[in-house]
């Protein structure tokens, strides 16, 4: 029975097996890039640089229609735009980069809904907002393996620098570290896997999935580290569990596997032991020692 409900579909179905290896590739990544969103305040950022895609995917789908690499290649050109014109509003003017960005993606989202709509109907609408996880393709999961293995080597090479980054920045200015590099190959990391994640999540369920098991890892772990793979277990087993949820009750996977994200989110807030509801209404247990 247990095996009719969580292994039979993959060994009977290959699509189901194609969104397990994406899946297994975007939760690998998601967990130390939203991490480091969260410990640079930058959780905003990243939903903001996930709806400012739009646009260019809108665009190479108006030019080539639903072409995997005219639609990846427009959707990074729009994200890094967007990402140097809110840094440049805000060192030019009085408006905060917060406020500029907020701006700018609302503008972009609104002109990718209308660009979509001029070419597509409703279902192609939704395929590119809410992605397509069960037919995923083969050059589309390619993209996704190849990007999750880039920005895993990359992070390797930049962990070190991001972590003193975020917890002393003086000291590594005061070194000579490299910060501003690692700041921009870690913006740039993260645009490139939210266009990588089109196809599987769409562009507004891409960023769930590095924010809430994040967000979840903080109430349990202590440590960069632990964070890191406590999220990115947390993010394989959503994406598990929202394949399988899918397929069993007919429900369209992106949202799934991002409610069940979020129910791990809110589970620890109420339970967990590093500032968790419980801990804090009740410290008397942990205090008896």
Known sequence: MLADLFIAPFV???????ALVAVIAVSLVAGPLGVFLQLRRMSLM??????????????GFFLFGLDL?????????????????????????SLKEDTSLA????????SGV????????TRD?????????LSIGGDALVLVVAVAILSLVTFAIIYRTLVVECFDPLYLRAVGGHGVAAHMAFLILIAVNLVASIQALGTLMAVGLMILPAAAARFWAGSVAGMIALSSGLALL???AGLLGSYHFDLPPG???????????ALSVIAGRQGGLVRRLFPGAHLQH
């Open 255 to 265: 949202p799934s596997i991002v409610l069940v994200a979020g129910l791990a989110y």
């Open 114 to 121: 209308l660009i979509v709509s001029l070419r597509g109907n």
């Open 238 to 240: 959503s994406g598990i």
């Open 125 to 133: 609408l939704l395929h590119i907002l809410f992605g397509s996880l």
């Open 69 to 93: 690499w005219a639609m990846s290649v427009g959707g990074l050109v729009a994200c890094l735009t967007v990402a140097l014109l809110s840094g440049a509003v805000a060192r030019l003017t």
């Open 46 to 59: 990243g939903d903001a640089l996930a709806h400012a895609i739009l646009p260019g995917v809108a665009i």
């Open 103 to 110: 701006a700018l993606y609302l503008i972009s989202l609104a």
């Open 12 to 18: 009977d179905f290959a699509f189901m097996r194609r």
